[in-house]
């Protein structure tokens, strides 16, 4: 096993659930500026991608206009509609209390990522935070998880990545860091393992068997 000193974690869907909040945004949005009823299929299928770009998907003339409706609909029904992945909490505390560094890296608005952070009080585990607005190019391109990594001041084969989209795990690939796939994502199971991750994870306390020594493990049971 690899001797892992910092894990970084995608948001949405990886550390909060709120596949619930992006498809009914994107419903909502794309209803009152296309008129179209959009499979969720399809809406999944933009899980990971900077949200204009998953909006130019649907219609590049009008995304810039749906960008504005979107924000303001998702943002009134964030806290309703977010949910805490089972074992979170949990396994933050036992990997931070083991002494390694943790990170969140997302396509998200800073503002909108530390909200979803401090919902569930997941902020105090983070030594760093990486959003949207920290670099100009974003996932699967490296700068995202290369800026996570020079802010914890760790080497990219001391680090593991875990996500639930392709984007994540591509972006993390192409850093050098370790891969986990999240298997609870919404999307194609297929999809992720075609980015070939060097973790499954079916669930997220799974992290501790890769990430700690037996002895560790023991001491945060």
Not at 114 to 132: D, I, K, P, Q, S
Not at 176 to 205: C, H, M, N, Q, V
Request: hydrophobic share 40%; glycine share 4%.
């Amino acid at each position: 096993m690899p001797k892992i000193r910092s894990v970084l974690f995608d948001l949405d869907g990886t550390l909060i659930n709120t596949n619930r909040l992006i498809i009914e945004s994107f419903q909502y949005t794309l209803k009152r500026h296309l008129g179209r009823e959009v499979p969720v299929e399809e809406i999944v299928s933009t899980f990971g991608r900077p949200l204009i770009e998953a909006l130019c998907h649907f219609s590049p003339e009008k995304a810039e206009e749906m960008l504005q409706t979107y924000r303001s609909y998702n943002e009134s029904r964030h806290d309703a509609t977010t949910t805490l992945i089972p074992g979170v909490r949990e396994t933050l505390s036992a990997l931070k209390k083991a002494g390694l560094s943790l990170a969140v890296v997302t396509s998200k608005r800073r503002g909108l990522a530390l909200r979803g952070l401090r919902l569930f009080n997941l902020e105090g585990y983070m030594e760093a935070v990486v959003t949207l607005e920290d670099t100009v190019r974003h996932k699967p391109e490296p700068d995202p998880v290369l800026k996570a990594l020079e802010l914890l001041q760790v080497n990219p084969e001391e680090a593991l990545m875990v996500g639930d989209s392709p984007m994540d795990l591509a972006s993390a690939r192409a850093a050098g860091t370790y891969t986990a796939a999240a298997l609870w994502s919404a999307l194609p199971r297929e999809l992720l393992l075609a980015e070939k991750p060097d973790f499954l994870l079916t669930k997220i306390t799974e992290l501790l068997e890769i990430c700690l020594p037996q002895e560790a493990r023991e001491e945060t049971a």
